[in-house]
């Protein structure tokens, strides 16, 4: 943790991103390349965030809110990509079905 008057690195930049008015809960984020990820939010939905734009652009890519329990500290817990996304572009989702007590 840098102290309040550090300075950041030649090439670093300080910007405030935020993601849009609400109460968004992000679980995760995986880089697809240098500029796109995709980010988890723990409500169930799965945006692709454009960091190549400022400010920061998203757009929904999924919506598991129908499929899953959020209530607690359940809910769309992460996502990781496959080994081998840049060929079959799987990803995996863990989080907390609706119709069950187990996660999936």
Known sequence: CLPAHAELPDGFVKEEVGLVEGDWMPTALQFLDSTTAL??????????????RRPMTTSN????????????????????????????????????????SRFR
């Open 39 to 52: 980010l988890a939010l723990r409500q169930g939905m799965i945006w692709v965030c454009d960091f190549s």
């Open 61 to 100: 890519y999924m919506d598991l809110s129908s499929d899953l329990h959020f209530k607690g500290e359940k809910g769309l817990l992460s996502i990781v990509l496959d080994p081998d996304f840049a060929r079959n572009n799987y990803f995996y989702a863990y989080y907390s079905p609706a119709s069950s």
